[in-house]
Nanobody, 117 residues
Framework: QVQLVESGGGLVQAGGSLRLSCAASGSIFGTMGWYRQAPGKQRDVVATITSGGITNYADSVKGRFTISRDNAKNTVYLQMNSLKREDTAVYLC?????????????WGQGTQVTVSS
């Protein structure tokens, strides 16, 4: 019943920008973030943000991407600037919520980001 609905992916030229959105149902999550996975590659974390606003970024995107969240809308965003061809991947929204002493983990369906040269 928990759903993460992603939007904003698409095709963009190198140097361009995209903004991804992930709207979550249910309660506020302790941590939300974005991961990405290219064909034949492992899934890697891109950026995370806690309910208190603490952010963390992969070195490859630091300074170019910005993660934010709107708790009133229960939505997390990823602003991607200065996009590079190597940013091409399926981007997946992730959310975690502490349930007692264990974490509940949820994933979105993924949205394709393609950066052309």
């Amino acid at each position: 019943q928990v759903q993460l609905v992603e939007s904003g992916g698409g095709l963009v030229q190198a140097g361009g920008s995209l903004r991804l959105s992930c709207a979550a149902s249910g309660s506020i999550f302790g941590t939300m973030g974005w991961y990405r996975q290219a064909p034949g590659k492992q899934r890697d974390v891109v950026a995370t943000i806690t309910s208190g606003g603490i952010t963390n970024y992969a070195d490859s995107v630091k300074g170019r991407f910005t993660i934010s969240r709107d708790n009133a809308k229960n939505t997390v965003y990823l602003q991607m600037n200065s996009l590079k061809r190597e940013d091409t991947a399926v981007y997946l929204c992730n959310a975690r919520s502490l349930n007692g002493i264990t974490w509940d983990v949820y994933w979105g369906q993924g949205t394709q980001v393609t950066v052309s040269s």
